[in-house]
């Protein structure tokens, strides 16, 4: 066994749900998605992946980077958010959607996290319902 609880694979599989429906959502409109994309360094000098990268998209030349936080059951997603944050604003190549949602965060972090959202490096934050609209008036 490698370590990883029962319900850290679960977790796991959710979360890997969770971000093949998003890459629907912009493969059905025929934008190239690389996965797990290398971006540069992070605010602790280390090399730093984004969860999807999008290409293709009139509105966002440089790209569009999609990161996918899910979790269904309380634990430390929302205690990463900061960190995220601060690379998206400070390290991140191009604008980035976060798509936060299973129910597992606190809701005052997801609070948090939407309020950081400038319409610019972190363009939005979305539940995966509202990723889908966007996507369908959007693109």
């Given at each position: 066994?490698?370590?990883?609880?029962?319900?850290?694979?679960?977790?796991?599989?959710?979360?890997q749900a969770a971000e093949a429906a998003i890459c629907s959502m912009f493969r059905e409109r025929h934008y190239?998605?690389?996965?797990?994309?290398?971006?540069?360094?992070?605010?602790?000098?280390?090399?730093?992946?984004?969860?999807?990268?999008?290409?293709?998209?009139?509105?966002?030349?440089?790209?569009?980077?999609?990161?996918?936080?899910?979790?269904?059951?309380?634990?430390?997603?929302?205690?990463?958010?900061?960190?995220?944050?601060?690379?998206?604003?400070?390290?991140?190549?191009?604008?980035?959607?976060?798509?936060?949602?299973?129910?597992?965060?606190?809701?005052?972090?997801?609070?948090?996290?939407?309020?950081?959202?400038?319409?610019?490096?972190?363009?939005?934050?979305?539940?995966?319902?509202?990723?889908?609209?966007?996507?369908?008036?959007?693109?």
């Amino acid at each position: 066994m490698n370590g990883v609880s029962a319900q850290g694979r679960q977790a796991n599989k959710s979360g890997q749900a969770a971000e093949a429906a998003i890459c629907s959502m912009f493969r059905e409109r025929h934008y190239l998605i690389e996965k797990q994309r290398y971006i540069g360094v992070s605010i602790y000098g280390l090399p730093l992946k984004c969860d999807l990268f999008v290409s293709g998209i009139v509105r966002f030349p440089t790209g569009l980077i999609v990161e996918s936080k899910w979790q269904e059951k309380g634990g430390s997603v929302d205690e990463k958010f900061p960190y995220l944050v601060e690379n998206i604003k400070r390290k991140y190549p191009c604008p980035a959607i976060v798509v936060a949602g299973g129910g597992g965060a606190k809701p005052e972090a997801i609070d948090w996290l939407r309020r950081q959202a400038d319409g610019y490096k972190l363009f939005a934050v979305f539940s995966l319902e509202e990723i889908l609209t966007w996507t369908i008036r959007n693109l």
